[in-house]
């Protein structure tokens, strides 16, 4: 008998997974080719499927993400009743060999429902594994945005106390409701795209269709993480968190608009997200941003001084560092009462989840590259003319 053919199907499925393998292993090899591929052949899955997901009002990937769930659910239950199943078999065959009912033993067969599963699951991972290599993995391949981290202390101090400045004259300007919150009646969508847009003269990227950013209706589990948004490469959608403080809105839907334009490093995002807002017209847009960097910026200005000398400088004011939380007290009595698991578990785990991914990617220094920020700031922004 001759040897059993693969199938069309199953050379597909090897065609891509070689594909994907020697693409991502071009992209370490070659960081032109990782460049050539994110400015010429990337803004393609923007222009197409970011185009097709930007047209649902909710967040596409985040269904994908419940949809996945259920298909790990069902394939679990599937290896369990192979496994219960084929254990049986084996026993009926022990018995059929001890009495010498059957000379010649029977082979074990799964269900034709299950090989169809299965085979249905294994597309599914091949294809969610070329989707990242394309839309993530490659990404952090690319030249990085040049910076400098030699400064001085005068140069960070300066920085330091411009942004305090900003911060503490915008945040008297706002309308504010009973508890203090800022009251914004404007379309902070559409604002964070055009925003993002307006900087395709600094960075080219920017040009282009913009995907419409996304409210994650899992926010709840989303703030118990402490993160304000999410990239989705497999959606091509820039997602947030819709229960943190307005301020952080306009800023997080910028930053992960970067994300889908191929800035896939978190200082590099923040910078861009940092420069998109500053330079709207909108001037909330412009303090969420300046309130974006405050922290980076002020830690680093308190670290490198004694306490005198960071007391002497102009202060941070109370309605900034309002604005500044995370979630507001009411926030987060809603997602204590709505969570299922621990905020300290599920912070802890979020924290080790990202900080690997970074690590696996290149980023040596995992989330603390996201204060890296400061270093481009310095290099980037010339606040002296702000």
């Not at 199938?7 to 693409?23: A, D, E, K, M, R």
């Not at 409701?177 to 600094?202: C, F, H, T």
């Not at 412009?286 to 004694?306: A, C, E, I």
Request: contains cysteine; charged residues 15%; glycine residues 4%.
């Amino acid at each position: 008998m001759g040897k059993k053919r693969l199938s069309n199907s199953v050379l597909i499925q090897l065609g891509i997974i070689i594909f994907s393998t020697l693409f991502i292993i071009a992209c370490l090899l070659s960081t032109s080719f990782a460049d050539w591929y994110t400015n010429n052949i990337f803004p393609v899955w923007i222009n197409t499927y970011g185009f097709f997901t930007s047209l649902f009002p909710f967040s596409f990937g985040e269904k994908l993400i419940y949809l996945g769930l259920v298909l790990v659910l069902i394939l679990l239950v599937v290896l369990i009743y192979l496994l219960i199943s084929f254990l049986l078999f084996r026993l009926k065959n022990i018995k059929r060999s001890s009495s010498h009912e059957n000379n010649k033993l029977k082979k074990y067969k799964a269900p034709v429902f299950i090989k169809r599963y299965l085979r249905i699951f294994s597309w599914i991972l091949t294809i969610v594994y070329l989707i990242m290599n394309l839309n993530c993995f490659c990404l952090y391949q690319c030249t990085q945005i040049p910076c400098s981290s030699s400064y001085t202390l005068e140069e960070l101090t300066a920085l330091r106390d411009h942004i305090v400045n900003k911060l503490n004259e915008y945040s008297l300007i706002f309308e504010r409701d009973d508890l203090g919150n800022i009251i914004y009646d404007g379309d902070m969508k559409y604002e964070a795209r055009v925003s993002m847009q307006n900087l395709s003269d600094l960075y080219p990227r920017m040009s282009g269709f913009q995907v419409t950013p996304k409210t994650l209706d899992s926010s709840v589990f989303m703030s118990q993480q402490y993160m304000q948004g999410y990239y989705f490469p497999f959606s091509m959608e820039a997602n947030i968190n819709g229960l943190m403080s307005i301020g952080n809105k306009p800023f997080t839907m910028c930053h992960e608009l970067a994300h889908t334009r191929g800035y896939i490093f978190e200082d590099e995002a923040n910078l861009i997200g940092f420069l998109a807002c500053i330079n709207s017209d909108d001037v909330f847009f412009q303090y969420s941003g300046y309130l974006s960097m405050l922290n980076y910026v002020n830690n680093t200005f308190y670290r490198s001084v004694d306490i005198d000398t960071y007391n002497s400088h102009v202060k941070v004011s109370d309605l900034v560092w309002y604005d500044d939380q995370f979630l507001t007290k009411e926030a987060w009595e809603y997602v204590n009462s709505h969570s299922i698991l621990p905020t300290e578990t599920v912070k802890k785990a979020a924290d080790t989840f990202v900080d690997t991914t970074l690590k696996v990617n290149g980023v040596k220094e995992g989330m603390l590259s996201y204060n890296h920020v400061v270093d481009l700031l310095l290099t980037h922004y010339d606040y002296t003319n702000d």
